[in-house]
C-alpha cells in the first residue's frame, strides 16, 4: 500500500505510523470473508444467496488484489475546520468526522461522502507520481456495492473499510479488475451476439408450393 504525501507535514512528528497486523494476497473466498468487511444478508443480486455472492466476489481479487489489516488510530489528527457534514447520524457520522480529519491532515486528495458505499475519491501517490481512486464504508458494507466498486478498481486502487476508529482494513488491487471485469464482459457478450447471429442464419422451413389443378386436366 502506497504512502502518500501530507497536506500539513508540519503535523506528521505527532503521527504515529499504522501498525500491520495482517497482511496478504488473495488466494481464496474464506481471505475475503475472514475480513468480516460486508454484510452478506443483503444479496438480492445473487440467485443463489450469500454462498454465490462470496463467490462471486471473492474470484475477482483472487490472485489480483493484497487485503491490510492494520491498527490505525483515526482519534490522533486534528480537526480541520472545513468538514462539509453528511447526512448519515450516529456512529457514521462520527467516523466519518474522525476521516476527514485524518486524511486531510496526511494527504493530498478529495473525499466525498455518500451512499453505497459511504465514500469514495483520489488521492496521490508518491511512488506512482499519479493519482488512484478509493472506494470505501464505515462498518460493514452490502455485497451489492462493494462489487460495484470493486468492479472499477484498475492497478493500485484501494477498498477502505472502517470498522472502528482504532483499526482499517485496505485492499489494494495489484491488478486492473476493472480491465478484467470489461474483458470477461466482452467475451459474453461475443457469445451471446455469435448465438444469435447463428440463430437467425438457421433458414426458415420453405413451405413448398402445391399447383393448383386446372379444370382443362
Known sequence: MDIVSSCHPQLQSAYQEPHIVKQGVFTCSQDLLDLNIID??????????????????????????????MHYDLTQAPPQPDWPGWGHTGEHAYYARLFWNDFYWKRLGELRFGDSPDFSGTMESQSLKRSIEFWGDIGKVSAGAFSRSQKNMQCHDLWISIPNRRYQIVIEA?????????????????????????????????VPKIATPTLWD
Open 174 to 206: 495489484i491488478a486492473d479488475i476493472a480491465k478484467a471485469y470489461h474483458k470477461r464482459n466482452e467475451k459474453v457478450w461475443g457469445r451471446m451476439e455469435l448465438a444469435v447471429m447463428k440463430e437467425r442464419a438457421i433458414p426458415q422451413a420453405v
Open 40 to 69: 452478506f444478508s443483503r444479496v438480492d443480486s445473487w440467485k443463489g444467496g450469500s454462498h454465490e455472492a462470496l463467490g462471486s466476489i471473492a474470484s475477482w481479487f483472487i490472485g489480483r488484489a493484497v487485503y491490510t489489516v
